[in-house]
């Protein structure tokens, strides 16, 4: 099977800056898509960024020039570097990605989402 692991994330004060990783593990034959999303208080689950394979990086309007999503292939592991942080940023973090994966000899494709890590931006 695959597990994700995310780690980062606390407290930061406005306009502090922190990096959040996302590892995958397990049989992975090839990550074809790795996101991030944040869901705030009350609120609905909303896309920040979006790094796809060979494709275009996609970022939330509202994140835009202040956080970078990057990935190191060798470690199926992706980063969201976050700066400029603002109040308004205050959310649970999950990390999501849609991989082929192998079960036995047989090969699946799936989306795995991460457990979430809180940032919380207050001074």
């Known amino acids: 099977q695959v597990e994700m692991l995310e780690s980062g994330g606390g407290l930061v004060q406005p306009g502090g800056s922190t990096t959040l990783s996302c590892a995958a593990s397990?049989?992975?034959?090839?990550?074809?898509?790795m996101d991030w999303y944040r869901q705030a208080p009350g609120q609905e689950r909303e896309l920040v960024a979006t790094?796809?394979?060979?494709?275009?990086?996609i970022y939330a309007d509202s994140v835009k020039g202040r956080f970078t999503i990057s990935s190191d292939n060798a470690k199926n592991t992706v980063y969201l570097q976050m700066n400029s942080l603002k109040p308004d940023d205050t959310a649970v973090y999950y990390c999501?990605?849609?991989?082929?994966?192998?079960?036995?000899?047989?090969?699946?494709?799936?989306?795995?989402w991460g457990q979430g890590t809180q940032v919380t931006v207050s001074s």
């Open positions: 790094f796809t394979s060979g494709g275009p990086i």
């Open positions: 397990g049989s992975i034959d090839r990550i074809n898509v």
């Open positions: 999501d990605t849609d991989l082929t994966y192998f079960r036995g000899s047989r090969r699946y494709s799936s989306k795995f």
